[in-house]
């Protein structure tokens, strides 16, 4: 009989505001789900995607859910064979972490099924592996959130060094996913290559601060640090009606709130679930005012990571 | 009777590494003692200084002690008169927060002369102009440690926002000071005024391994995170012999080093309080072999503040 797993691996909200390429933290919905199968023989297959709409493609080299696996099996020099369904259940270019959450999935669900030859930790370069496929650069703020759970520092690239931060018990996430599309590029792109030494100041100070926040349980502190001089103030630009939705957020009671990841979508904190979903209800008003379709997401900071279903 | 009272204020260590204009802490020596008197009719007066080699005004309103006096009695509305006697007990211009210092003690002793009508961080605005006196611009990442106590993150000017930092027990500061110049305007001015949006990630992505390691008790992380891609490339120029002092307090077990404030004063942190005296007597060492004079102190961090002697 062929062993087989499915996995669950969780959305994640990259930068948190003023922690731009640096925070991520992972929430409990939504998610990719992916059934990995041990093979009898050599390769990695991708034999079905459901949830992507067609857009994803099924060689192995090209998708992030295998490119991981690929990685893997090459450091530990395996020659065993997996076959692969992807199920995605988020929403693709969202701002989510899509591919991380495949890339996660994948490489977690091959890891358990050859016994965990590698520790969690070790996954990471090799589930950022599946970033660089879909965005260019392998960039951890949402594969190392997606991957150990919780609220992750990337506190450095070169070398490669996550720290996953304690958190309050009763913080929430109110994620809201409006139905456009920001390409990552053009995200990227329109960002400045260089900034001011006021403004990075401004912003490593409120880094610390929301840093501090996490760790003290100063749910004040976190609110205040939640400003983002970087990314915001271009990345705006590229979703229709930001402002309102973000301040919409705030009047109803959130901690802060700001562009999740590249966005298009909008996360709020807050340290309250009811709060939690009013706040989803009037971020979701605004961008109804506009026509645009929208899910929105309620969950506390998922602190697990990748499960098996 | 005339009713006086003597305080001491701690030296600061401003910067931190890579916590550049948000990050400081105190330390238990050197630091500045003065002695402030009741007076019966208006108006400050200083009556002695001693220490400064005769470099600083007895003018009130152009001495850092006296500054955030008159400022403070102007918010507290009081016409009450003092006299200060300043006796400066550490080197000035050395990256210690030697105008801080003086600052703090002045106002902390009028303060409580008056039955503390004021809290303490109530206090802050008014040090804080003494740096304006001092160096043109009021900055807080010497008066918010030298006042509080500790670590301190300004994690904003506007509006103005402190946190103390809870610090592992076993925490200790090296410091040298080499008896060479530089001046704070020209270790403002070699700065650039912008920096790479690659620099500023690299930057804040280790101000939040810093804090989390503080908050966290990792001293690892503490050390992985001190780095300074912003002033210390710069700034070490202005200090012969900089880097070889910086590896001497690294190879003897200091958990990372850089320049204190501006400079020329160089500290360390390491986590036992033998090796933060190894690590001053390799780094006065270095110092001395190119004929550099030079003062080391080792120190806890200190959790106090100014205290009334």
């Not at 065993?80 to 890339?103: R, T, V």
């Not at 392998?138 to 959130?145: I, K, M, Q, S």
């Not at 109803?252 to 562009?259: D, K, P, V, W």
């Amino acid at each position: 009989m062929e062993k087989s797993i499915r996995v669950f691996a969780p959305a994640t909200v990259a930068n948190v505001t003023c922690g731009f390429d640096i925070l991520g933290f992972a929430v409990s919905a939504p998610g990719d789900e992916v059934v990995v199968t041990l093979k009898k023989s050599p390769g990695i297959t991708i034999s079905e995607i459901t949830g992507d709409g067609g857009r994803l493609s099924k060689d192995p080299s090209q998708n992030t859910v295998s490119v991981p696996i690929l990685r893997y099996l090459e450091k530990i020099k395996s020659k065993q064979g997996f076959d692969i369904k992807l199920h995605k259940k988020m929403p693709l270019g969202s701002g989510l972490g899509s591919s991380s959450a495949s890339s996660v999935a994948g490489v977690f669900a091959a890891n358990i099924l050859l016994g965990e030859p590698l520790k969690r930790i070790e996954l990471l370069p090799f589930a950022m592996e599946g970033e660089r496929v879909a965005c260019g650069s392998a960039h951890a703020d949402n594969v190392a959130p997606a991957l150990l759970g919780g609220f992750v520092l990337v506190r450095s690239y070169r070398p490669l060094d996550v720290v996953k931060i304690p958190t309050p018990a009763s913080l929430y996430a109110t994620i809201i996913h409006p139905h456009i599309e920001v390409r990552t590029k053009d995200a990227r792109s329109i960002l400045r290559n260089d900034l001011s030494l006021h403004d990075a100041i401004v912003q490593w100070g409120n880094v610390a601060g929301l840093v501090c926040g996490l760790l003290m349980s100063d749910y004040g502190l976190i609110g205040r640090s939640m400003h983002d001089v970087v990314a915001e103030p271009y990345r705006s630009a590229l979703i229709p009606g930001y402002y309102e939705v973000k301040q919409a957020a705030l009047d109803a009671g959130a901690l802060g709130a700001g562009i999740s990841g590249s966005g298009p979508s909008v996360f709020a904190l807050s340290n309250d679930e009811k709060k939690a979903r009013v706040i989803a209800k009037k971020m979701s008003e605004e961008f109804n005012k506009l026509n645009i379709g929208n899910d929105v997401y309620v969950s506390q900071i998922n602190s697990e990571g990748p499960v098996v279903l």
